[in-house]
Every structure is written in C-alpha cells, then in structure tokens.
T-cell receptor
C-alpha cells in the first residue's frame, strides 16, 4: 500500500518568510510524528499527534513552530519568520494505534521521504 | 533522559561478509523499545528491526539480527552477507515504552559495502 508522503520534497525560502510542510500518513495510522534532521545528525523529535490532538509538542524549538492535524489524517507543520538555522530535512512518520504487549510491531514508525527546507 | 550512542562514524565491509554496527543506550525506564533504521542517500528512513526490552530472544529479520545485551545496554545490529545495496546510513533509536512514543536517535553509522 501507499507509504507516508510529504510535500514539497524541497522548499527554498528567504529568511523571515512563512512556510508550510505537509504530511500524508499511511491510511489507518492514528499516530503521526514530526522530526527534524540536521546535516550529519540523527532525527530529532518535534511533535506527536494521536488523532487530531498534539499529545506531545515538547520538541518544538520555539513558538515560531506550529503543527496541526485537523481531521486526524493529514498534518501540516508551519514555521513562521523562518531563520537560517531552520534549514534541515523535516521528516514525518506514522504508526498504528497502540497495541498491547505481544504485538509490538505496531510500535514501528514508518517515515516519509522528508522535506528539505533551505532558508536563505 | 534517554540517550543513544553510536561510536562508529563509518564502517567498511566487503560484499558477502557480515558486519556489526554498534549501539549503546542509556535509560532509566524499565520498559522500552529499540529500533534500527536504514537511511539511503534518497533520505527516507527505512525500518529494519525492533527489539522490546522484555523480549528474551534476539530479534531477527532476514539478513538483519539484533544482538541485544540488556545488562550492557547494547543493541548492536548484525548484517549478514552484505550486499552493495546495504551501503547507507544506519541509525539506532529507542522509545521509552511500547506504544506510540517519540524516538530518540543516535548520530548514525555510515556503512560502505565494497565489491
């Protein structure tokens, strides 16, 4: 079946501009995550949605970053007043709803191809 | 806080040989999950294998196996019979417990498989 998709694949913007990054999770996955991967680093957690609500947004670096998932499927990561330090690959992942112990494969997060954001 | 350490920035292996990628972790949680992901140059993170902290047997998935040593807090990935297509970045990650939780990643190991 279709995997996680992200659009755009690349985004170049100027410092101070507003950007939106979109994520389409795997159909039926209720959990959705955003991560940010800087060059030479592993992904860093930003925010996690269970359904429509943000269950954990502790990874958002500051109030310029915001994410929504209004219908419990597609999510949009929004960055206001972009800065050069925001340049990174933004990865989205989704996973099935929690499954009791014994079916731990449901914990697996499946990642999209990412959006490469460049702030000039 | 949880932490993943991958001490090998790069590894080289010849085709058809086995290779071990190291991963150590630090956590105070009793229940957690350990993951390995592959990231080819295309950028997508590909799930390889999962080990739960209470699983008594090491996880295996085809050519991938996870050498889980709980007392040493290590979760090394073993790739048997390496193939040219295995050349990629490999990330070890952990989650605090089974269920949907944020993953904490290491810095990765770049594997290069030569003919």
């Amino acid at each position: 079946g279709a995997g996680v998709s992200q659009t755009p694949s690349n985004k170049v913007t100027e410092k101070g501009k507003y950007v939106e990054l979109r994520c389409d999770p795997i159909s039926g996955h209720t959990a959705l995550y955003w991560y940010r991967q800087s060059l030479g680093q592993g992904p860093e957690f930003l925010i996690y949605f269970q359904g429509t609500g943000a269950a954990d947004d502790s990874g958002l670096p500051n109030d310029r970053f915001f994410a929504v998932r209004p219908e419990g499927s597609v999510s949009t990561l929004k960055i206001q007043r972009t800065e050069r330090g925001d340049s990174a690959v933004y990865l989205c992942a989704s996973s099935l709803a929690f499954t009791p112990k014994g079916a731990v494969s449901a914990d697996t997060q499946y990642f999209g191809p990412g959006t490469r954001l460049t702030v000039l | 806080a949880q932490k993943i350490t991958q001490t090998q920035p790069g590894m080289f292996v010849q085709e058809k040989e086995a290779v071990t990628l190291d991963c150590t972790y630090d956590t105070s949680d009793q229940s957690y999950g350990l993951f390995w992901y592959k990231q080819p140059s295309s950028g997508e993170m590909i799930f390889l294998i999962y080990q739960g902290s209470y699983d008594e047997q090491n996880a295996t998935e085809g050519r991938y196996s996870l050498n889980f040593q709980k007392a040493r807090k290590s979760a090394n990935l073993v790739i048997s019979a390496s193939q040219l297509g295995d050349s990629a970045m490999y990330f070890c990650a952990m989650s605090p417990s089974t269920g949907f939780q944020k993953l904490v990643f290491g810095t990765g190991t770049r594997l290069l498989v030569s003919p």
